[in-house]
């Protein structure tokens, strides 16, 4: 099987890498579209700011070719705001694979949410075995609002959506890739999804 | 709900652990990867790696370690320890690290903090903060609390936020080593006057140190290094009794 994370210069995703590593797959860091588009799978990371994020998936064309792939596709962290319509963070659009508009916390609390906190209301094969409430790491300042597409809610000041799938699109707020043996479980389920959609 | 972080810090000299009694007076707890990996599976919700000899010649070790630690461990990490530059920061979040924590070089150079959230985000910027109450003022310190500051730990912490960092990591000088309990009335204070999290730090001894940084100290997560490298509290009994007394825990 051919995994591919999407190397557009984003964040720490030597971690990801290592999470795939311990489970016996070699995940080919890459930036180069014929070779995203041919893997059986894809992972989308992203850590940093939005609007810079989506500037340099807009200069490496990687903008237009994700929302057109057929294989699984797995957004973490900014990697699943960035496939929402938009994000209040530098006010930019996003690829709009889910249909919600990403928002900041309020002041109420304390912005970022950094640690653990369950996750709920589970709906996808991703999250087979996994239990409900189960814990996940996060690290982030703004959130997808509840939605259509939610498949896992996470309460930080207002119940939100941790995760989201449309399709052949997934997308998760939390780290997998940090979030112990159950997270690494989550990266193992979107290693066994069904290739062609 | 978003639970209270217990963090076992790994003080790092040459590539092996060691804790500090008020700084001083070293004594070696272990291989850093073997303890990470081994935090880890015992319930530990994230790890703090100190390099408390830092220089530039050493600096390929410590990347060394990073990258060891990054494959075997799965939960998030923070490197500290002599980090002055955007460069520096970059390979060791490349290594694998998911945040850096910068102490001295905030101080001397603030636009440190800017640079770094603003390329890299926020969230990997943790602000460490050594002070010292004195006479019922409190002053931050400089390199592992040696140099005293005429600045003021609570303007300085404002101001740290207001320049991009994500958490900050509060050390009481006072209370470190101690084993008499954290600075609670301080991080309180603290937890007030900014919007980020609060990592207490210095004076754990017992269970009821850090309830009392949780609730008293409105604490977001606590650290620890010498308690829980010598097995005085074990990480999953600690979290079972916070857990008793409603404070929420990852278990």
Same mark, same amino acid.
């Given at each position: ?77 900014? /990697?699943? &705001?960035?496939?929402?319509?938009? =994000?209040?963070?530098?006010?930019? $659009?996003? +690829?709009?694979? !889910? ?71 997934? /997308?998760? &707020?939390?780290?997998?890739?940090? =979030?112990?043996?159950?997270?690494? $479980?989550? +990266?193992?389920? !979107? ?7 | ?251």
């Amino acid at each position: 099987m051919k995994l591919v994370i999407i190397n557009y210069g984003a964040g720490n995703i030597k971690s990801i890498q290592f999470a795939f590593k311990r489970l016996g797959v070699e995940a080919v860091l890459t930036n180069n579209i014929d070779e995203i588009k041919a893997a059986d799978k894809v992972i989308f990371p992203g850590v940093g700011e939005a609007s810079s994020a989506m500037r340099m998936l807009q200069e490496s064309g990687l903008d237009k070719v994700i929302p057109t792939l057929t294989q699984p596709v797995l957004g973490i962290c900014l /990697g699943m &705001q960035l496939m929402c319509n938009s =994000s209040e963070e530098g006010n930019t $659009k996003g +690829l709009g694979i !889910f249909n919600v508009d990403v928002k900041r916390f309020s002041n109420q609390v304390k912005v970022p949410q950094m640690g653990w906190n369950v996750i709920a209301d589970l709906k996808s094969d991703l999250f087979k075995d996994i239990k409900e409430k189960e814990f996940m790491y996060l690290v982030h300042s703004y959130y997808a609002p509840t939605c259509n597409e939610m498949i896992a809610k996470t309460d930080y000041e207002v119940e939100y959506a941790s995760a989201l799938q449309k399709d052949n699109f997934y /997308g998760v &707020q939390f780290h997998p890739e940090k =979030s112990g043996i159950k997270g690494s $479980k989550i +990266l193992e389920n !979107f290693l066994k999804l069904k290739t062609n959609n | 709900m978003l639970t209270k972080r217990i963090v076992p810090c790994l003080d790092i000299k040459n590539g092996r652990t060691v804790k500090g009694v008020n700084f001083v007076n070293l004594i070696d707890a272990g291989d850093p990867v073997v303890l990470a990996k081994q935090y880890a599976d015992l319930g530990a919700d994230e790890l703090v790696f100190l390099d408390i000899a830092a220089t530039l010649e050493n600096r390929g070790t410590t990347l060394d370690m990073v990258l060891k630690v990054a494959k075997q461990v799965n939960i998030p990490f923070t490197v500290g320890g002599g980090i002055s530059s955007v460069e520096h920061v970059d390979a060791l979040l490349k290594c694998g690290a998911d945040k850096v924590s910068i102490n001295s070089s905030a101080v001397k150079r603030p636009d440190l903090i800017n640079e770094l959230s603003q390329k890299f985000g926020s969230q990997c910027v943790v602000v460490a903060i050594d002070a010292k109450q004195i006479d019922g003022e409190w002053f931050v310190h400089l390199a592992g609390g040696t140099i005293p500051t005429d600045i003021k730990l609570f303007e300085w912490a404002k101001e740290v936020e207001e320049r991009g960092a994500g958490e900050i990591l509060f050390t009481s000088m006072n209370h470190d080593g101690t084993k008499a309990g954290f600075a609670n009335k301080a991080l309180a204070y603290l937890s007030d006057l900014v919007n980020i999290p609060i990592i207490a730090s210095g004076g754990a001894g017992n269970v009821q140190h850090f309830i009392d940084t949780f609730t008293l100290g409105k604490s977001d997560a606590a650290l620890a290094a010498s308690v829980f490298h010598f097995g005085e509290i074990p990480i999953l009994e600690l979290k079972q009794k916070l857990k008793e007394n409603n404070i929420p825990v990852r278990i």
